[in-house]
């Protein structure tokens, strides 16, 4: 747990001991132990999956709150464009930046206004020199539950993300720098808040990926100001004049194809839900995808839009979010500014290993196919663990036991009552097996 930092949160009090998390989660991050629920830490990447499949809603992401808003003298909102496709196409782009305003922020910056220039960015670097250095093809790295599962699961593919940082961070530089010369205050006095729709990225704020440091102050639900922002569009005096606008190419971001729409990239696949994303991912390591030049990977199905902290079926605000791109200008009259932060290289996550020694290790997963050899082979996730491979790590882990697997206790249970009526069935040498009437009396008078 040390090191790490979530959004996703467990609620034990909430928590059934059902196995619904377990089946869904892309990295075996959850087991079912004492009848409850446990993330392990290492494993997780705030994808919002388990959010999503908990029907006891005992799973849940932690954002900032807007009291936090007090800790700054001038405070930024950057709404998602997923944030309008929440909203039907009648209630304006204006109206909604007015109210962000009206319940605490001080001003509204576009993410979409980013999204266009990393956009025109990833179009320059597919076209430059330098990208014949990268490995193909070249994976977003716009979404940080995708970039977590590269580090979990496929970290021989981390070379293949894009070297430009995602629009988030970009657009909170640039609206702090606005901000200060706007107001004067420093930069640290300028609160920028992003709009969330998934717990993964309130999880970059303290963990960033591709960035030495988020530029963000923090993260706030979308669900959480969506109440909020309805309750002051009924009380709203002014519209918000907002200088940069939002243009189709950076507001089709936030669905799935949007991206490399926006970049004017053919030789594309788009995918989007986490576990479609591992298949492909998979794919990918096995150099089956060389052909591409560019893969959008989406956690969520839908994209921004299927997020775990939105409130409108995705369907629905895909609809209307199409509505609203057709009275868009499809870009924003904008100068030229330098993409920044720089990008770091995403590092592979530490995972928990077999054993720090390695014949140990070797040891280890021996006993642990053995195991495998005389489990079920159903993935049933009756045990608390998420596949019959799980549980067998975890018994040699010492984490579970081979009984866990129900088929196994019944067999153990069979066998058991079996040599139980054996026994019953044996006596002891030292105690008679004849009754007296089997007996003959010699003695004869």
Sequence with gaps: ????????????????????????????????????????????????????????????????????????????????????????????ETEIETALISIGFDDVFEVAWAAELVSAAITEFLNSPIRQTHKKPLLSSACPAVVRLLQVRFPELLDNIVPLPPPVEVAAIQARRDAATKTGFKPEEIGVWFITPCPAKATTVRHPLGVKESALSGTISMARVYGEIRRAMRHLQHRHDNPKGLGRSGVGWAAPGGETEAAHIENVLVVHGIHAVAELLEQMAMNKLNDLDYIECLACEGGCLGGPLTVENRFVAEKNLKNRMRNMPEKIEQEKVELSPEVQPVEPRSMLAMDNDIAAAMRKIEAMDLVLMRLPGLDCGSCGSPSCKALAEDIVQGRANETDCVFRLRERVKTLAEEMVDLAQRLPPSLNRTTGNDLEDDDET
């Design 1 to 92: 747990m040390q090191g790490f930092f979530h959004s996703v949160r467990l609620n034990e009090a909430r928590c059934k001991g059902c196995v619904n998390c377990i089946k869904h989660c892309p990295t075996e991050a959850i087991r079912i132990r004492n009848g409850k629920a446990e993330i392990t830490e290492e494993r997780c990447i705030d994808c919002g999956e388990c959010i999503r499949q908990c029907v006891n809603h005992a799973k849940t992401a932690v954002t900032d709150k807007m009291a936090n808003l007090d800790r700054y003298r001038y405070n930024v909102a950057l709404p998602a464009p997923s944030l309008y496709a929440q909203f039907p196409v009648k209630v304006q």
